[in-house]
């Protein structure tokens, strides 16, 4: 079963707009964390987000914020006053723990591939 | 600058031949982890090690292996390339609870192409 699932292939956005990235995610675990990454044309990974299962507050990085849905396993990546920069690839991934030994394995989802249009 | 550092940064190999990418981290990180990208499929897992001479097997690990006979590196061998492995690889590096922005340190990837 899929466990990171991203159901937006692709979005478009304006400039300076906002923009939201879905993300929905299946575990049994009640300790994981949720990553979302950017990897832009370059090809490198940029870490962009963090969230763990048990933080109170949604995670914000900068114009990033994490919209966290425990109870719908929703994990969606907000993008504030979207940037030509921004076009790139978008994942979100999850880290179990599992009793202890998932050792740290990441799960993807598929990805978003962002357009910013000026 | 510290990190993780995978060479070569690309390859086109013929089907049949062998070859090593070679994963390197300076951080004394315990995990390390191999993944491959393919489009429309995000990363998927081949191998990982929890630490020095340990590897196991992730979601695809069929047609590769893996060692770490030190801390620091940790190689991906394809024994006889097939077309199908043409892929990006991807190798990262964490510590045993990995999290937030220092959680997992990734490689800049190596574009692998088999004809």
């Known amino acids: 079963a899929q466990k990171i699932t991203q159901t937006q292939p692709g979005m478009f956005v304006q400039e300076k707009e906002a923009v939201t990235l879905d993300c929905t995610y299946d575990?049994?675990?009640?300790?994981?964390?949720l990553f979302w990454y950017k990897q832009p044309s370059s090809g490198e990974m940029i870490f962009l987000i963090y969230?763990?299962?048990?933080?109170?507050q949604n995670a914000t990085e900068g114009r990033y914020s994490l919209n966290f849905q425990k109870a719908r396993k929703s994990a969606n990546l907000v993008i504030s006053a979207s940037q030509l920069g921004d076009s790139a690839m978008y994942f979100c991934?999850?880290?179990?723990?599992?009793?202890?030994?998932?050792?740290?394995?990441?799960?993807f989802g598929q990805g978003t591939i962002l357009t910013v249009h000026p | 600058n510290a990190g993780v550092t995978q060479t070569p940064k690309f390859r086109v190999l013929k089907t049949g031949q062998s070859m090593t990418l070679l994963c390197a981290q300076d951080m004394n990180h315990e995990y390390m982890y191999w993944y491959r990208q393919d489009p429309g499929m995000g990363l998927r897992l081949i191998h990982y090690s929890v630490g020095e001479g340990t590897t196991a097997k992730g979601e695809v690990p069929d047609g590769y292996n893996v060692s770490r006979l030190k801390k620091q590196n940790f190689l991906l061998g394809l024994e006889s390339a097939a077309p199908s492995q043409t892929s990006v690889y991807f190798c990262?590096?964490?510590?045993?609870?990995?999290?937030?922005?220092?959680?997992?340190?990734f490689g800049s990837g190596t574009r692998l192409t088999v004809v």
């Open positions: 991934a999850m880290r179990e723990v599992a009793g202890g030994t998932s050792y740290g394995k990441l799960t």
């Open positions: 990262a590096s964490s510590s045993r609870l990995p999290r937030g922005r220092d959680g997992y340190t």
């Open positions: 969230q763990g299962s048990y933080d109170q």
């Open positions: 575990t049994s675990d009640p300790s994981y964390g």
